[in-house]
C-alpha cells in the first residue's frame, strides 16, 4: 500500500524530531557523565593526597605488615574518608582493603597490572573507571604511592561507586524521553493539521489524473482557487481535453492502417533513418518467422542478409525505389521479393515492401527440372524403339536377328510403360488423389511377406534375406498398398544394385509411439555428397547403371510422398564400400 503525502510528511517531522532527541540524548548523557566523573575523580583526588600522608607517616615506623596493622589502617582511613580505600604493596600485594575482612585481604589477586596501580607508580598519580567483580558495580580509582624515608614504599588506591553518576544520567534519560514523547504528539499534531487541507485536495488531482490515465479523458479536475494546486488542476483538465481530440483522430487513422496492413499478403517493414525497424506487419512476420520484440531492433539483428542490405543502401543513397530479389536461409529457406523505397517528409525513413516468390520460384524450378528429366528418360527407350525399328525391317529374312531387335522392342516399350506408371503414382500422390485406408499392420508379418514375394530375385543373385524384430506383434497403422510399394521399392533397389552374395537385412523396432523399419544391405554404399537429394524424383548416383537396370528415377520419390502422406519420415544412411540402410518410421497401431 502506497503512503500519501500526509503520511511522508508526518514520517518526515518525526524523522526529524527523533533524530535530534537521539543526538541530544547521546551528547547531554556523554557530557553529564563526563562531566560527574570529573568531579569524582577530583574528589578522590583529594581525599587520596590526604589519605597518603596519613599512611606515610605510618610508614616510617612500620616495617612489616604481618600483624595485620595496614588492615586495620585501610579500614580506619574508609570510614574517614567515606570511601573504599586498598593499600598495595610494590610487589602488588594487597595489604589491606576497607570493603574487605582480614581473611579476605589475603586471598586478593595480585594489584600491580590494575591501570591506576602501574600510573601512580610511574607517574605519581593513577585514575582509571572499571567495573569491580569485588563489589560488583562500577568504580571510580584514584591511586597514588606512599614513601618511607623518602622512597616509595606502596600505593595508596582510594575508589568510590559511580552509583550516582549513573543514576544522574538515567534521570536526564527520562527527562528526555518525556520531552519526546511530547515533542512527538505535538508535532504529529501540527502535521495532520498543516497536510490534511493540502493531502485531499492532491488526492484529488491523484485520482482525477489516475482515471485520465485509464483512458477516462472526458474525467475533469474542476478545481477553484488561483494557487499552484489550482494552475494543476486546469491545466490537467486542458491536457485531457486536447488529448481526447487527438486520440480520436489517431484511433481512426491507426484503425484504416491496421485494417490495410492486416488485410495485405505482402509483408510490410519500416525502417527509420538508422535502419532499425518501426513497424512490420503480421504477413511479414508470418514470412520471416519473426518474434513480436523486434520493434526498435536494427534491421541485421533480425535479417541478416547482404544482398537485402545493398537494396536498402541503394533505396537510401539514390533516394527512388530499388528492387531486387534475396534469398534468407534458415529453418525454412525463402526467396523474396524486394522494393524499398524513401517515404516521403524528410524523416529518413525507408519502406520495404516484400514479396515472398519463393513457392513460385520452385515451382518453375521443378517444372524445368521435370521436363528436362522427363524428356531425358523418354529419349533413351524412344530412341531405342525407333533404331530397332529401322534396322529390324532390313533384318525380316534373319529369324535370329529379328528375335534380337523383338526383344530389344519390348524390353524399352516396358521400360517406357514402367516410366508412364511411376509418373502417374507421383502425380496421384501429390494431387492427394491417392487415398489411404489406413489399418493395423504386423510390421513382422508384412515384412515376411514382402521377402517371399522378393525371393525369387535374391536367389538370382545368391543374395541372403532376412527379418528380425526388436519384439513380437510390432504393430503400426498404415495403408497395405501403400506401404507394399514402399517396402517393394526398397526390396527392389537392395537387390538391383548388391552384388551377388550380398546380404539384406529387414529390423522393425518400436521407438516410443511409432514403429521403425529399416532395410540395411550390404552393397556398394552411396557417397556421402548424394545422399541430401537422394529422394528427389529423377536423381541418380550412377544415371548410366540405373538405366542398365532398368530404374526410373522415381522410386525413392514415390517411397518419401507415400511415408509423408501416412505420418511417417524416411532417411538414409551410407558408407561408400559398406552398404546402406533406407529407414522409415509409422504412428503406431490404435487399440
Not at 102 to 111: F, L, R
Not at 167 to 189: E, P, T, W, Y
Amino acid at each position: 500500500m502506497s503512503m500519501g503525502i500526509r503520511g511522508k510528511l508526518f514520517l518526515i517531522s518525526m524523522g526529524l524530531i527523533v533524530s535530534a532527541l537521539v543526538v541530544a540524548d547521546l551528547v547531554l548523557t556523554s557530557s553529564l557523565d563526563r562531566s560527574l566523573t570529573d568531579r569524582v575523580r577530583a574528589d578522590l583526588g583529594v581525599r587520596a593526597v590526604l589519605a597518603e600522608q596519613t599512611i606515610s607517616q605510618l610508614a616510617q615506623t612500620t616495617a612489616t605488615h604481618a600483624d595485620g596493622h595496614w588492615q586495620t589502617l585501610a579500614v580506619d582511613l574508609g570510614l574517614r574518608s567515606k570511601a573504599r580505600i586498598t593499600v598495595i604493596s610494590l610487589t602488588g600485594e594487597v595489604l589491606g582493603d576497607s570493603s574487605l575482612n582480614e581473611n579476605a585481604v589475603s586471598k586478593v589477586e595480585n594489584h600491580l597490572e590494575r591501570p591506576e596501580v602501574s600510573e601512580a607508580l610511574a607517574r605519581g598519580h593513577g585514575a582509571s573507571i572499571r567495573y569491580s567483580s569485588t563489589v560488583e558495580q562500577r568504580m571510580m580509582y584514584v591511586a597514588v604511592p606512599f614513601y618511607r624515608q623518602s622512597h616509595q614504599a606502596g600505593v595508596l588506591r582510594i575508589a568510590l561507586p559511580l552509583s550516582q553518576v549513573d543514576r544522574a544520567v538515567q534521570d536526564l534519560r527520562k527527562i528526555l524521553v518525556a520531552a519526546s514523547l511530547l515533542a512527538l504528539g505535538v508535532a504529529g499534531l501540527i502535521s495532520t493539521l498543516a497536510t490534511r487541507r493540502i493531502s485531499h485536495t492532491l488526492r484529488q488531482l491523484a485520482q482525477t489524473a489516475g482515471r485520465m490515465v485509464g483512458g477516462d479523458l472526458g474525467e475533469r479536475t474542476h478545481t477553484a482557487g488561483h494557487d499552484e494546486i489550482a494552475t494543476l488542476g486546469k491545466s490537467l483538465d486542458h491536457l485531457a481535453a486536447n488529448l481526447s481530440h487527438t486520440l480520436d483522430q489517431l484511433r481512426t487513422e491507426r484503425d484504416l492502417l491496421g485494417d490495410i496492413l492486416g488485410g495485405m499478403q505482402e509483408g510490410v517493414l519500416v525502417l527509420d533513418a538508422k535502419g532499425h525497424v518501426i513497424h512490420a506487419n503480421p504477413a511479414l512476420r508470418a514470412m520471416l518467422l519473426l518474434a513480436a520484440d523486434i520493434i526498435g531492433k536494427p534491421l541485421l539483428d533480425v535479417i541478416r542478409n547482404a544482398d537485402l542490405v545493398e537494396i536498402l543502401g541503394d533505396a537510401r543513397e539514390d533516394k527512388a525505389t530499388a528492387t531486387g530479389e534475396v534469398e534468407l536461409s534458415g529453418i525454412k529457406p525463402k526467396r523474396l521479393l524486394v522494393q524499398a523505397a524513401p517515404l516521403q517528409g524528410g524523416t529518413g525513413n525507408l519502406l520495404m515492401v516484400l514479396v515472398d516468390v519463393t513457392q513460385l520460384r520452385q515451382l518453375e524450378s521443378i517444372r524445368k527440372d521435370f521436363v528436362a528429366n522427363a524428356s531425358h528418360e523418354l529419349r533413351t527407350p524412344v530412341a531405342s524403339l525407333r533404331s530397332a525399328a529401322e534396322t529390324l525391317r532390313g533384318a525380316m529374312n534373319d529369324p535370329e536377328a529379328s528375335q534380337m531387335f523383338l526383344e530389344m522392342i519390348e524390353r524399352n516399350a516396358g521400360r517406357l510403360h514402367q516410366l508412364v506408371e511411376d509418373l502417374l503414382d507421383l502425380s496421384r500422390i501429390e494431387s492427394k488423389e491417392f487415398h489411404l485406408q489406413l489399418e493395423n499392420l504386423d510390421l513382422t508379418t508384412f515384412a515376411e511377406q514382402m521377402l517371399h514375394a522378393y525371393a525369387r530375385l535374391a536367389q538370382d543373385k545368391t543374395i541372403q534375406m532376412d527379418v528380425s524384430s526388436s519384439a513380437p506383434g510390432i504393430m503400426a497403422r498404415a495403408d497395405r498398398r501403400a506401404l507394399e510399394q514402399v517396402m517393394g521399392n526398397l526390396l527392389d533397389n537392395a537387390i538391383k544394385y548388391c552384388p551377388s552374395a550380398s546380404k539384406i537385412q529387414i529390423h522393425v523396432e518400436s521407438q516410443g509411439e511409432r514403429t521403425r523399419v529399416s532395410v540395411s544391405d550390404t552393397g556398394p554404399g552411396i557417397p556421402p555428397q548424394h545422399l541430401p537429394r537422394l529422394f528427389e524424383r529423377f536423381y541418380r548416383v550412377d544415371a548410366s547403371r540405373s538405366r542398365e537396370l532398368g530404374g526410373t528415377g522415381l522410386g525413392l520419390a514415390i517411397v518419401k510422398h507415400l511415408v509423408e502422406a501416412m505420418r511417417g519420415t524416411v532417411t538414409v544412411e551410407s558408407d561408400a564400400g559398406k552398404g546402406s540402410t533406407f529407414s522409415f518410421t509409422l504412428p503406431k497401431a490404435t487399440s
